[in-house]
């Protein structure tokens, strides 16, 4: 929930340089939870809340940067909140582990006349080199408190100040060359009024920060800008010098502030045998990869395995949530136990309202292992190894490492993984690492492949199963990344910049809390949007137009005269051509897990009258069918909750084409399943399914037909060294488009002459 | 002066970033944003985990950057190269 800042309130900002901790202090002192991780640029987005025991004072977390010329979207949002936000001060978080990359940005804020406050932190990791505060605090005349957010220590310290209202703006006026200042005296007399010294909106300018230029522009002084640098002769050595004075400066405070020894304690890290070792363990091209794989198997295993988390989640379902929903059942019979209207009664409470919140809840000791082991491994920070490691395949397809970190978010939920791509270096990787995240199976979709997998397999390669899918989503968010990104940004390449973060060991308190967190969403999700999807397909189930309730559908018939049999009635025929027409509850329970994918697990309890009741039906059908249903569900549309937030961060053109290509995609991959797993069956049936076989061979041929014309102008213009007017991309696109649309036509005409048959 | 590309320059020796190839203003942001410009001294630490990347530290913090994006780089031994 957004932070309503009241005017009289003190506004504080919290600004530093990426994976310095800012969040982890921001959550010690606030009571919010943001994401923290042992990565660099995790926080994407800036959050306000107001301090633990005095409301009256609000703190805003604001993503990392390492200087004041932003380039991300998340940079971006830290320079505007500095440049254009009334606040009361600026709290400057640097770690003591890499103080001399930190400090820069210090100088800029004490230039920019904003500083106020310098918090060290993790002050725990370099024991040996205590920080000398009495050279920093002298150097930029501002309160200095040293801390570990990580470990609590000295938290209440650094808070004190702001209760205190003790924090003053700063400036530091830096001195550069003649030519420089002159120019700077020069132009200072055009600037309108700022809170910010002109003389840094001026460097800043020199060095193109995008932000300032637009400002001048804004203020109809980007002319005269560009006549003044002319006029003063400034070149690019001058404008180098900005910066090497600030290094200059820092060098020399860094030699004040540390003894030879402790600096050489301080870069001994880098070339430390142990982390030389892991790194060459963690960074090999040969040993990584498998290493990794290896790693989210056994996430994999511990999670789902039926003597480990399965073990668990089975004495959740049935000891704790199961004996309840029993209770409460038998209580309302026992009530009355001969009226029918009590039997109603008891199945309206255990069947339609807590039944399908209760079955999903089952699945919370899966949620919580996997998000837990999840955040183990972004704390201990391997998975910036494992994006430097996947970056040379993420590259083939347009996009950086970086992105491999958002997907593997992803894996708990989409939104956090859509918000994070704000972090990549061009709009390019933005927008596609973002259509990239909706196929993720999140815990939701992973929740029902683990129902489906336990009923349609079995309960010991549950996990493998689960494995196999969520493995598959990440292969076929590549492969719909790069058809993005050859068809929407071909001239834009991929940039990848990444700091390798120290390995640290992972946090208990926490990895603890992250999971109360998760369950606490988890249960409040349930309670809220599965309540009520399953109360409403309870209802229109269990009613029909004879205006009757049907006490149990199942059996007396009452489901084929349901509300529900006609609303499903027309996506039913839609999903003949990969199987799932056979029955309209499959259609059902699709269309009910649009506002969250869990609620397709629950609703199928609903619908076909307990788990025992869709063993029957699935057992009875080809296993095509539930294969052609596992394909579709993994990636058709991302729920409701992800799809509001795609628009929001990239823009309806893009969202849309990304929902309709993964609509398009997972029927093509369903029917393809559908016809190689359940339609050779099917023809001595019904003898329809040439219809999905027509139109896989057409879109195989056609496939075929794209790739030799690509490859018959890239071999021809080799021969030939001559230019074509059709380019290599173009016939790419063509083929590939024509493709596209011979594949919805057919779909159309088979599901027509489908529905007009039956 | 002799230039080199960052990517083909001697490993743990102080170099200093001296210009840039032809690039993007994306790169030259990405690149400026974790402290690559010109005049900057940096390390190349190594690259031999991975062909593709290479690994340097720039003001005591150690990053990756593709081989691609270094080979824009160009640079000189520093005077005062040390190990």
Redesign the interface.
Known sequence: MKHKIQKNNQNYLLLGSPNVGKSTFFNRITWKTEKVGNADRVTTFASTSHLRNNKLINVTDLPG???L?P?GDD?QETFRHIFDCCYDGVINIVSAN????DL?LTYELAEAGVLSMIVVNMIDEVKSCSVNKLFLSKEFKVIIECISAKKNLNIKNAVLPLVNHSLKFTTKNLTYSDKLEQFISAFTPFLPANKINPRFIILQALQDNRYILNYLKQHALLETFKQFVKQHQIN?TDV??I??TK?QL?TKLIDKLYTPEQLRT??MR?TSKFSNFM??IF???WIAIPLFILIMAGIYFLTFYEYLGGWIQAQFADNALGALQTLITDNIVALNPNSSLQHWWAAFVGDGLIGGPFTILSFLPWVLILVGLITILEQIGLLTRMS??F??AF?KIGI?GRALINLITGLGCNVPSIMMSRNA??VKERVVTSMLSPFISCSARVIVFGFLSQILVSTEYSWLVNLALSGFSIIFAMFIGYFFSNLLFRK??S??????VKLRSPHVMFVLKKMVLEAYDFVKRTILIVLVANFIVWILLYTGPTSQFYINPSIDGGIDRSFLRYIAWPFQYLLYPIGLGQDWRFSVSLLAAFPAKEIAASNIEILFGGISGFQTAIQALPIGISLAYLMFFSFYVPCMVTIVILIKEIGRKYAWIDIGYGLLFSYLLAMFVYAIFGGFEMISLQGLNWIPLTVLVSLLLTTLLGFVVIHGIKLYKWKQATVWKISQYKAYQISMLTNAGLCVSLIIASSLCLSLSV | MHLLNLDMCPINKVVTVHSFLPI?E??K???????I????KIIV?ANK?????I?I??????????TR?ANSILVYEAQDSKK
């Open positions: 940067v390492i200087n010329n380039n940079e890499s103080l001399q990359r820069y690019a180098q010098s910066a090497l290094d820092i301080q870069q880098h790194n060459y960074l090999n091209k430097i490691v970056d040379n590259s950086s270096n061009s834009s390449i940039i990848f910049t990444i700091e390798l | 993007t994306d790169l942001h990405a690149l400026n944003n974790i402290g410009y010109e005049g900057k630490k985990y991975q062909n593709q990347l690994f530290i720039i003001n005591g913090v150690e990053y990756v950057i593709r994006e």
